[in-house]
């Protein structure tokens, strides 16, 4: 017997709890390990993980420009061939001269770079920050992080002082905010969001579980907004994102906002939390000078969908300057983020522009995938519609769509038989009937006695649908 057992592991990491990845998604790989060794006992011969917003495992092709940058970074060698390099493999002045400026400002994506980032890195995100929100922004207050999950990582560290230190989740959430407050034995204390509003935020309901986490000596300091929302794909107006300021700022509360969604935006508009934090600072001078916020983005997602590189960074704003001494600190000991990946952190924010020779190839690409996304979730909608007992609100945004279920009694039973909620009986039976690899509502948190599950529109093709509605039918009719 080891040392280590079950039992005397740190008893926060065992409860934490990460549905992306757990029980479904581990039986999906052997699934497709099974396949891959041929077996030919499986009712289908493709494994979908449309459990996980992980745009090149599926279809998504990488952006040309951003690779042919990162592969002179990664062999600079090429470098010394620009005639091969244009006139050979078509790559482009501009693809060559980005190269030779971020190796002259990395020195090299095989060394550590500062803690932080590279600075001009963090100067080009500033320069990104101020034409998307129309005010400045400053490099020292940015920090790159090894995609957005790393920078929650940070932040939920540092502000978790103790048990009683309390931040408010959404519900449902990505549940990388309840798996790490689980971690780091803080308090989650949940808000619902509203399903009959699109999923939009309820400052009532924000309010009232405020006060009852308060009433309960939960020492609540921040407010995490999903922003397009995970799972839900909603994009707040910009009169939910004043409210929620306004609130925090009254009750003294950090907003964390994750706007990794910005660029994935179906209905609406992308109101960022810096832009309108900025205005409304503007309008009314002195009464929100105290707010302070992290925003934080990432390369995983829009239309870049390079998540396997790990990149993203977060800015900060109003925080006091001990404490972003300690953030600084506290990012320093993992050293600094993965550099190639703050490399396409820069590429994102820092794209070919109209008249540059990339330009045309980039647009198109960029254009091709945001086009692809909105017609894949479009038509999953539509066949969610047909389906008895599926609601789903139009597709709004993210990656995602998160249809409430309503189940037979039956099937309900049965799933406790199991041991199982109902939602995850439903999504273990369609892995098992079709290859196709969801999320369970209750891995995000969903509302008592409501019941959902979470799919990502990426895969590629209509077969795959079809097999959620065959499957969906057969249930529906074996435990009618
Ligand atoms: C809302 C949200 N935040 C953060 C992340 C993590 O992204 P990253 O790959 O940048 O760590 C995800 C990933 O799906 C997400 O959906």
Redesign the pocket.
């Given at each position: 017997m080891g040392r280590l057992n079950l039992n005397n592991i740190n008893p926060h990491v065992r409860a934490a709890e990460y549905a992306v990845r757990g029980e479904l998604a581990v039986k999906s790989e052997e699934l497709r390990a099974q396949l891959s060794k041929g077996t030919t006992s499986l009712p289908f011969d493709q494994v979908i993980s449309a459990n996980?917003?992980n745009p090149q495992q599926l279809d998504q092709k990488p952006i040309t420009f951003f690779r042919q940058v990162l592969s002179l970074l990664e062999n600079p060698q090429l470098l010394e061939k620009e005639d091969v390099l244009i006139n050979g493999l078509g790559y482009k002045t501009d693809v060559v001269e980005r190269a030779k400026w971020l190796l002259k400002h990395c020195g090299s994506v095989g060394a550590y770079s500062a803690s932080s980032g590279v600075y001009a890195i963090k100067e080009s995100i500033a320069k990104f920050l101020e034409r998307r929100d129309g005010f400045p922004a400053n490099p020292a207050n940015i920090y790159l992080s090894a995609?957005?999950?790393?920078g929650?990582n940070t932040l939920l560290h540092v502000l978790a002082e103790s048990p009683k230190s309390g931040v408010l989740v959404p519900i449902p959430q990505?549940p990388?905010y309840t798996a790490t407050l689980s971690v780091l034995n803080a308090t989650c204390v949940p808000y619902y969001l509203d399903e009959s509003k699109a999923w939009g935020t309820d400052l009532e309901a924000i309010r009232a579980s405020y006060e009852k986490a308060k009433s309960e000596g939960v020492d609540v300091r921040c407010i995490v907004i999903?922003n397009p929302g995970?799972p839900t794909g909603a994009s707040l107006s910009e009169a939910d994102v004043r409210a929620v300021i306004d609130f925090a700022s009254k009750e003294k509360l950090v907003i964390m906002a994750?706007e990794?969604?910005q660029t994935n935006v179906f209905i609406g508009q992308f109101h960022s939390f810096k832009g309108v934090l900025r205005k409304l600072q503007q309008e009314n001078p002195g009464k929100y000078d105290d707010v302070e916020l992290a925003s934080l983005h990432?390369i995983?997602k829009g239309m870049v969908g390079e998540?396997g590189h790990r990149g993203?960074y977060f800015e900060l704003v109003g925080f006091d300057a001990e404490v972003e001494a300690q953030i600084y600190k506290f990012v320093s000991i993992m050293l600094c983020a993965p550099v190639i990946g703050q490399c396409l952190v820069e590429l994102m924010v820092n794209p070919p522009q109209p008249g540059e020779p990339s330009f045309e190839l980039y647009d198109k690409e960029y254009n091709g995938i945001a086009n692809g996304l909105r017609e894949r979730a479009n038509a999953l909608h539509k066949a969610f519609e047909q389906m008895e007992g599926v609601e789903c609100g139009e597709p709004q945004g993210a990656m995602y769509l998160f249809p409430t279920i309503t189940l037979p009694q039956k099937a309900i039973e049965a799933a406790g038989a199991e041991g199982r909620k109902p939602d995850e009986f439903y999504c273990m039976r369609l892995l098992e009937a079709t290859g196709v690899c969801v999320v369970p509502g209750s891995g995000f948190g969903q509302r008592e006695g409501t019941l959902h599950f979470r799919t990502t529109f990426l895969a590629p093709g209509t077969e795959w649908v079809s097999r959620i509605i065959k499957f969906h039918q057969e249930f529906m009719d074996k435990y009618r």
């Open positions: 996980i917003g995609g957005a999950s790393s929650v990505y990388l999903i995970n994750d990794v969604y990432s995983s998540c993203g």
